[in-house]
């Protein structure tokens, strides 16, 4: 702020020198009209600025009115004009900020809307499969009644000949009646055990059919250290940590925490071997890009490099598995010209063996 014109000056040595007009280089004396520049501080006779007696007593009496000398007034436009705009970029950062915490809000809503849908489908999927398997039971049963309907019907038949037969000779009653009667009874015996069978066929299929649907947003990491930590509570979150470094540090693919429906470790733990840490995602759309991409995983630092991904698999996926396996070790062993890889490759259900030509080193 501009100082007062009759302020007085101190009478030390060091003052007279810093009271030198900024102009002519003289003294800026108590009774003559000095006038000080708000920003650098340095004062000024009145006449040597142009300064006119009424402003010269204005400025005296109105706090509100600043002055600087010319070195200064032409810094201040700069540093006022650098301040408007840093002020317009600040007002354009907080909009954007804006703009980010509404579509991070609107993704949340998005995933919460995905995850509902995906529960439902899981839902109504559960329902139509028990449906089925009602229906395939009580169709089995109406079958059963038909057939036992129809055998009985035929042992009438046969009781009713054999009385006609009886009749005609009564002494070969016992031994014709035995032989039918043991003909309708094992062809009544081969109905039942045929039914049995359509029925545990039919459950085994809707059982399975179920349990491969509840795995399907699933995959096994193997080889992932376990945390030291006391806390159940704590290990998880270094689990779910290592997950979301695993799939965005190496593979690139911007898998976020609400994408983990479920992260845990199978089986009881073992200090000397890490169990395997199962994880359940949130579609099935992130699965397959994870398994889409596991081949980034050659490029990625040791600890990730080792680590095995693999699909969720029902008992019997992981049976056929184990069966492609065994075949693949038996065709490498049969192979005597070192050129080919025996590997099993595809979706569960879905496996094969193929054949891959090695590189030549």
């Not at 849908?117 to 229906?135: I, M, R």
């Not at 030291?228 to 509570?233: F, Q």
């Not at 470790?265 to 759309?285: C, E, K």
């Amino acid at each position: 702020m501009a100082s007062e014109p009759s302020r007085r000056k101190d009478s030390s040595k060091d003052s007279k020198e810093i009271e030198k007009c900024g102009n002519c280089l003289k003294l800026v004396k108590e009774k003559e009209k000095g006038i000080q520049c708000e920003l650098c501080d340095d004062w000024f006779h009145a006449p040597c600025v142009d300064l006119p007696d009424e402003a010269y007593k204005l400025l005296g009496k109105l706090e509100a009115v600043h002055w600087f000398c010319q070195k200064c007034n032409g810094n201040f436009r700069r540093v006022f004009s650098s301040v408007t705009k840093l002020e317009t970029k600040v007002d354009k950062l907080e909009g954007q900020l804006i703009d980010i915490k509404t579509n991070v809000k609107g993704s949340e809503e998005f995933c919460e809307r995905e995850c509902s849908k995906v529960k439902h489908d899981l839902q109504e999927l559960k329902v139509t499969l028990e449906a089925k398997l009602a229906d395939a039971v009580n169709s089995v049963r109406a079958e059963v009644d038909t057939c036992l309907n129809k055998n009985s019907k035929e042992i009438s038949a046969v009781s009713t000949k054999m009385a006609e037969i009886f009749n005609e000779q009564e002494t070969s009653w016992n031994e014709v009646v035995k032989k039918e009667v043991d003909r309708s009874l094992g062809l009544v015996s081969e109905d039942i055990e045929e039914v049995q069978r359509t029925l545990v066929e039919t459950r085994a299929q809707a059982t399975e059919q179920i349990d491969k649907e509840s795995r399907r947003n699933n995959i096994i990491l193997y080889k992932v250290p376990e945390s030291d930590k006391s806390r159940a509570e704590d290990r998880n979150k270094d689990d779910v940590a290592f997950s979301l470094q695993l799939f965005n540090n190496s593979m690139q693919l911007g898998i976020s925490d609400e994408d983990l429906i479920q992260v845990f470790r199978l089986g009881r733990r073992d200090d000397d071997v890490p169990r395997p840490l199962m994880i359940h995602l949130a579609s099935y759309t992130c699965k397959n890009l994870i398994m889409e991409s596991l081949y980034k995983l050659k490029h990625a630092d040791m600890k990730f490099k080792r680590i095995i991904v693999a699909h969720d698999m029902t008992r019997t996926e992981r049976d056929e598995c184990k069966k492609l396996v065994a075949e693949a070790k038996s065709l490498s062993e049969q192979d005597n010209s070192g050129e080919y890889l025996y590997r099993v490759r595809g979706k569960p259900g879905q496996m094969r063996v193929i054949k891959i030509k090695q590189r030549q080193q």
